[in-house]
């Protein structure tokens, strides 16, 4: 072997020692794990309702905050409740200070167009007419006509039907509306069944009876400010699906509890 087959030999080793010397370094090294990116928040979307026990409750416990709650849940969204008296509700849904109401009757985007109503009712309103007088029976709107009545501000049903009634008062909430009849100042109010009877037991009002059947029994739907629109699609379809798997009927039920007449 010549001098230069010797070097070349020399060099071939030194660089696989070199290589082996990379390779047992780098055996001892681990790579950094990744972090694990946080999951984003859900988005949080404000709801706004002028219900009284037991259809809302401020702590979310009525039976339309349950409904409301968990159908939001189902498609990725928190919903946030917040009460309002009627028409400031629909004021703000509008505007979009809130980003939504619930419930109202069908057919309100033609007098707030910023809202759009998701195509699925969430519950039922028993619009009831309540009375002092055991010989009032109005079984119609136009049975209330002639008398004094008292309606909530911003129930648009109510004030369709009763807007040319000419002894007609119309007050901020349920509340205000059985404190006038309790004082005979209207002979008869139009209120929510549940509600009303809800406001009876809660004051202890004496005499007082509902008026059977009620005037009108309506689906009730949630409406979305209209920069939640593509919401609604998914929202309509969630309800579908809790109506489907009984979730409706079993958060109506305990959102009722003991409020039943």
Not at 108 to 133: G, H, I, K, Q
């Amino acid at each position: 072997m010549d001098r230069t087959d010797g070097f070349s030999l020399r060099r071939c080793a030194a660089h696989l020692g070199l290589l082996a010397l990379l390779c047992l370094a780098g055996a001892g090294l681990r790579p950094a794990p990744a972090l694990a990116a946080s999951p984003s928040p859900p988005p949080v979307l404000v709801l706004n309702t002028d219900g009284a026990p037991p259809h809302s409750r401020p702590d979310g416990t009525g039976f339309e905050d349950r409904i409301v709650l968990e159908a939001f849940r189902r498609i990725g969204v928190v919903a946030r409740l917040v009460q309002l008296p009627s028409e400031r509700a629909l004021r703000n849904a509008d505007q979009g200070v809130d980003d939504g109401n619930y419930v109202r009757i069908a057919g309100l985007s033609a007098l707030y167009p910023n809202l759009v109503m998701v195509p699925e009712p969430m519950s039922e309103f028993r619009f009831t007419v309540f009375t002092r007088d055991p010989a009032l029976a109005p079984a119609d709107w136009d049975s209330l006509r002639p008398l004094r009545v008292g309606i909530v501000n911003g129930w648009k049903l109510a004030e369709q039907h009763l807007q040319s009634a000419p002894q007609l008062t119309k007050v901020r909430d349920e509340e205000a509306l059985f404190a006038l009849l309790d004082k005979d100042r209207v002979q008869a109010v139009v209120a929510s069944q549940h509600s009303g009877w809800a406001v009876v037991h809660a004051h202890g009002y004496q005499g007082l009876h509902a008026v059977q059947p009620p005037l009108a029994v309506l689906p009730m739907y949630v409406y979305l400010n209209k920069k939640h629109a593509a919401l609604v699609p998914r929202l309509a379809q969630a309800l579908r699906s809790m109506r489907a798997d009984g979730s409706l009927q079993r958060l109506t039920r305990a959102g009722l509890g003991e409020t039943k007449p």
